[in-house]
């Protein structure tokens, strides 16, 4: 229980909740905060549950959470012993039945969301079988209906394009490159246009290369018919050709065979005829359309996840154990010796079998006889088509050899070795129907014996199935009586079980509470051991231990502090008393420093006019600038 929790804590302080809780603030949540935390989650599932639960009544709370629940298929614990408890529960706020259902809901939200949105399409709307009667609802139901079965054929063609692999970014890649490839089109196209635009006569040359293009096409489409009329000539000679061996065959069984013949193997053609169609292919018939009706069964339910799996094997596996316990209870009742049909039963199902296997084969010789003549049809289309003679035969095998045409004759005989293994079938299948009688008679003898032998062993047997099911019927009592105790029994351990699981949330509890007002009381202790160390430390008569205490601590910082703030005033008003003057300082300073840069640049624009060593005359004299 502490991890399912632990869990929940966790996934409500992630996004999109962000509810910063911990273990102790969760589990001290009243029940009114738990049920709008429980409707948050749902809220995050179905976005139309985003309201809040205090300005809605406790019944449309409960119906709105069961509605949704019953949707997204949720079950109680096995540890619910009575679902009628479930919806109070729910109701009043109930720690046991709200947690499991976070539990629940976070382990699969993503795929619960998925059902919730196919749910508001998919889940019909329920209307009397009265207002149906109307013509004009009739008509709407039906497009209802419709509508609902086009969603379904959207939503899986869309989740079909999601999982096909393809992404946004890799389209738009695509659509890039294809748009630079028609930029570079472009571009060449216009060069080729200006390079043909220099050209002479180039109008005429597009004209008669256009006009090239068009009987091109036309040729192709031309090449096509002709090849179409062709497999038509095929077909239609083949068709011919079937005919022509029907007929064949059909004159040949006139000429030869008798009425009786006749009669016979139209007997058994109507004998394997019937079989096939009422006893086989309606079976195959029947099967096809149960696994139709199960692959329609299986697309209309809604998208199942792993946990819907899950629980799906366990009921597959609980049922396959029950057909097991069942059916080793009928072995364990039922004798063999006492089933008098089950001989019958055994041969019959034999008998079944060997004809279902007899029909498979023979309709297997009938279609390797068709492809053969398939075969022997085309080979004389080729034989036609490369000398425009018919099919050769016995002596003129050499001419075969030499026209590169060899095997035809073979084909046929191959033919004719296929047609006389159909009558030999036929006739195997007369005498195993015969044998097969023959069979069951001596079976039937032979059980006759067997049951006058079995005779006195059945008699002895009676007393000991008597006694057997008295035995039976002894151990059904006691283990009738085995499982009510132990149903008692279960029943009392569940229920201690609830008693001490809340003993042991009651007890963490209190060791919470103790661990807490424990530490608030060192605490304390310790405020109360520092407050009289500090009055031990203020009533000393020695100075230095007065020194230690705090109160003179911090008097002496005030004192600091003060005397700090003394002299800064004083500091302060020193400066603004000397701002005056020294703002004045500071300008002449900067006038002066003005004075002296315009000097500098005054003697050196005299001194790049007048360089250094040149004679100039001045006054009347010669004078040497140095």
């Known amino acids: 229980m502490s991890e399912q929790i632990k869990f929940v804590v966790e996934q409500l302080n992630k996004d999109p909740f962000k509810k910063n809780f911990n273990l102790i603030t969760f589990d ?52 619910v012993s009575d679902l009628n408890a479930f919806r109070p529960g729910l109701v ?48 709407t139901y039906h497009q209802y209906e419709e509508l609902v079965e086009g969603f379904k054929t959207l939503h899986k063609e869309c989740e079909q394009l999601k999982n096909s692999g393809f992404s946004t970014a890799e389209i738009r890649r695509d659509i890039n490159a ?29 004209e008669m290369a256009r006009q090239l293009r068009v009987e091109k096409e036309r040729e192709e489409s031309l090449m096509q018919q002709k090849q179409e009329q062709k497999n038509q000539l095929f077909h239609a000679e ?66 199942m996840g792993q946990s819907d799996l899950s629980e799906l094997e366990a009921k597959i596996q609980e049922i396959n154990t029950q057909i097991n316990q069942l059916i080793e209870k009928k072995m364990m009742r039922n004798d063999p010796m006492d089933d008098k049909l089950f001989l019958f039963r055994q041969q019959a199902s034999i008998i079944s079998r060997k004809k279902e296997a007899k029909a498979e084969e023979l309709q297997e010789c009938r279609e390797e006889l068709l492809s053969m003549e398939k075969e022997l049809a085309q080979k004389s289309n080729q034989a036609r088509d490369f000398d ?19 095997g035809f004759s073979d084909t046929q005989e191959e033919l004719e070795r296929v047609s006389a293994l159909k009558s030999e079938l036929d006739e195997v299948k007369g005498r195993t129907l015969d ?78 509470r103790y661990h ?59 400066v603004r008393e000397s701002h005056g003057p020294n703002m004045k300082q500071v300008k002449m300073w900067r006038d002066f420093e003005q004075l002296m840069e315009c000097k500098k640049q005054c003697f050196l624009k005299q001194q790049n006019q007048n360089p250094v060593g040149q004679v100039i005359q001045e006054g009347g004299e010669d004078r040497l600038i140095l």
Request: hydrophobic share 35%; net charge positive.
């Open 28 to 79: 001290s949540l009243e029940p009114l905060q738990l049920l709008q935390v429980l409707n948050e989650v749902l809220a995050e599932i179905d976005p139309k549950h985003n309201i809040d639960i205090r300005e809605e009544a406790p019944d449309q709370t409960a119906k709105r959470m069961f509605s949704l629940l019953g949707i997204l298929k949720y079950k109680p614990p096995g540890n």
């Open 92 to 139: 009043t706020g109930s720690k046991s039945i709200i947690h499991p259902i976070l539990h629940w809901l976070l382990q699969r939200t993503n795929d619960l969301k998925k059902r919730a949105y196919l749910a508001r399409f998919l889940v019909k709307v329920e209307i009397p079988a009265d207002f149906l009667q109307d013509d004009v609802v009739s008509d």
């Open 178 to 206: 294809m748009e630079e490839e028609k930029d570079q089109l472009i571009k060449r196209v216009e060069r080729l246009k200006k390079r043909v635009d220099t050209v002479s006569n180039h109008q005429r040359m597009l």
């Open 238 to 303: 083949q068709r011919l050709q079937r005919a022509q061996q029907q007929l064949k065959d059909l004159r040949q069984a006139s000429a030869d065979a008798k009425p009786e013949s006749l009669m016979k193997r139209l007997d058994e053609e109507i004998k394997f005829n019937t079989y096939m169609v009422s006893d086989k292919l309606p079976k195959e018939l029947e099967s096809k359309k149960k696994t139709v009706h199960f692959l329609q069964k299986v697309v209309v339910e809604p998208a």
């Open 388 to 406: 425009g003679t018919e099919v050769l035969k016995g002596d003129e095998q050499a001419i075969e050899a030499k026209h590169g045409i060899t």
């Open 435 to 512: 044998e097969m009688s023959e069979m069951i008679k001596r079976l039937n003898t032979l059980i006759a014996e067997k049951k006058s032998a079995l005779a006195p062993v059945i008699k002895e047997l009676r007393p000991l199935r008597q006694k057997c099911q008295e035995l039976t019927q002894e151990y059904d009592e006691k283990k009738a009586l085995y499982d009510s105790c132990a149903a008692g029994l279960e029943s009392n351990r569940s229920k201690l079980e609830q008693e001490v699981q809340g003993l042991r949330e009651e007890c963490g509890q209190e060791e919470t």
């Open 516 to 574: 807490y007002t424990n530490c608030l009381r060192r605490i304390t202790e310790r405020q109360i051991q520092r407050a009289a160390d500090e009055m031990k430390l203020y009533v000393s008569a020695d100075p230095q231990e007065r020194r230690k205490a705090v109160r003179e601590q911090y008097n002496r910082n005030i004192l600091e502090q003060e005397n700090l703030g003394k002299k800064l005033r004083e500091k302060q008003k020193a």
